[in-house]
């Protein structure tokens, strides 16, 4: 027992795998679950400059600074 090699519990002698490459699937499924983690990334980043600087990202000015020549309580006679 003592000049036995000491074997791999993970893989046991003999089940070695003949294709070590991954095939095409393996890899499409790879690089997609790269681009999703660099997705979620940028999503992360974004959400948290919003939270430490929430009034950056809103707009001055509101929607009814926008209307064409239309005082803000004629809006309701504008949409007949």
């Given at each position: 027992k003592d000049g036995?090699?000491?074997?791999?519990?993970?893989l046991p002698p003999g089940n070695v795998p003949q294709d070590a490459t991954l095939t095409l699937e393996q890899k499409?499924?790879?690089?997609?679950?790269?681009?999703?983690?660099?997705?979620?990334?940028?999503?992360?980043?974004?959400?948290?400059?919003?939270?430490?600087?929430p009034y950056r990202s809103m707009p001055t000015s509101t929607?009814?600074?926008?209307?064409?020549g239309l005082e803000?309580?004629?809006f309701d006679y504008a949409l007949a």
């Open positions: 036995e090699p000491i074997t791999s519990t993970l499409t499924t790879f690089v997609f679950v790269i681009l999703l983690f660099i997705f979620l990334g940028i999503l992360i980043v974004r959400c948290f400059r919003i939270l430490l600087d929607w009814a600074d926008r209307l064409d803000k309580g004629q």
